[in-house]
């Protein structure tokens, strides 16, 4: 744990507090003792749920390092990744994580994620978001396909 890489990661998210771009949370993808990308929350200014401060900076350092694996970087961020961000991380395929404030914390601020970490942790049947499944026999073509292309990019 570098304390330089999470207090960038509090840097962004005061200065995007300032910028009213979105939510005070920022976070940086480290490699080698490098940033390799920033993110804050783009959340309100880009009209996009998922600009998270961690998946903006995933994806920056996606762009930046020109590969969709991170693996051998680490992220830092200011606060707790929630279950979304914290999925993109296991994506992204990041060595770890290190993180200042805790859900929480983001509660008491009134970012209240917890009811998805909660709602995770129902057994899909107990679950409140409706979910159905259908047409299962016509999705399972394209993944035979997939499991078969010999020219496939595995991920």
């Known amino acids: 744990m570098n304390p330089q890489f999470l207090r960038e990661a509090i840097r962004l998210s005061h200065d995007n507090l300032r910028t009213n771009a979105g ?13 390799v990308g920033r993110g804050s929350n783009r959340v309100t200014s880009t009209n996009d749920p998922t600009a998270h401060a961690e998946i903006v900076a995933i994806r920056d350092a996606c762009r930046h390092l020109e590969t969709f694996s991170l693996a051998g970087c680490e992220l830092y961020s ?4 929630c279950p979304m961000c914290l999925a993109a991380i296991l994506w992204s395929r990041l ?7 805790t859900c929480d914390d983001a509660a008491a601020a009134g970012f209240d994620d917890r009811v998805f970490h909660e ?8 679950r409140t978001l409706p979910i159905v499944q259908a047409l299962r026999e ?18």
């Not at 200011?78 to 990744?81: D, H, I, L, R, V």
């Not at 060595?95 to 404030?101: H, K, L, N, R």
């Not at 709602?119 to 107990?126: F, G, K, M, N, T």
């Not at 016509?138 to 991920?155: F, I, N, Q, S, T």
């Open 23 to 35: 939510g005070p949370f920022g976070a940086v993808v480290v490699r080698e003792g490098e940033i």
């Open 78 to 81: 200011s606060c707790e990744p």
């Open 95 to 101: 060595d770890g994580v290190v993180y200042a404030a």
């Open 119 to 126: 709602e995770l942790r129902r057994p899909a049947s107990e």
């Open 138 to 155: 016509e999705a399972l073509g394209p993944l035979h396909e997939w499991r078969e292309k010999a020219d496939r990019v595995p991920y």
